[in-house]
């Protein structure tokens, strides 16, 4: 097995795309959000990939934002120029209460072309 080609960054790294996702998510702003990714993007969050901003606005206005939760970035890694990975604790008042997901971003053109959310 070769070794994996990610390296462990500051998180301060992170390309700005990047953080103002984040940050945006955090916040609940769903126009933020939305600025940071291709108009063709997609988001796999639970298994369920939603396509374009219409499908991501409704994703991010629902599901995503139907617990309450603080959000602390565990770590950041990046893969090459154009993936990144930034893990993240969730505590909030959803099942099970604490979570750690991996966000896995795709970028391209300055922005979000695809992004994972997974445990």
Known sequence: MGADPSR???????PTTISRYLTA??????AAALATLAPDAT???EGRTHRGHAEIEQWLTG???AYTYTT?????QRTDTDHWTVTQRLEGDFPGG?????????????????LVIEV
């Not at 750690?100 to 072309?113: C, M, N, Q, Y």
């Open 98 to 114: 604490v979570v750690d997901l991996r966000f896995r971003f795709s970028l391209g053109g300055g922005l979000i072309e695809r």
């Open 25 to 30: 998510h955090t916040a609940r702003d769903t």
């Open 72 to 76: 602390e970035v565990l770590g950041a």
């Open 63 to 65: 599901a995503a934002g």
């Open 43 to 45: 988001v796999t969050d």
């Open 8 to 14: 462990s960054i500051d998180p301060a790294e992170l």
